[in-house]
């Protein structure tokens, strides 16, 4: 896949606006940072989105990430 993006940007939207995924991808309902580990390493609790009838649920997911 070519993206026609700069890696800069692209870590922006990833990283640093990792809380408004929700808006952009329709997988994913919430993102939170709850806890920040130096500068570039993060604790996140996710929720999945709900699929079409509802046949699996929301899930959570808490995940250590590093940039």
Known sequence: VM???KTDELYEELVDNMERMGEWN???KQVKILQKIGQDTMITHEVSAETP???VG???FVSVRCA
């Open 53 to 55: 009838g509802n046949v």
């Open 58 to 60: 929301p899930r959570d």
């Open 26 to 28: 329709p997988n994913v």
């Open 3 to 5: 993206l026609e993006q």
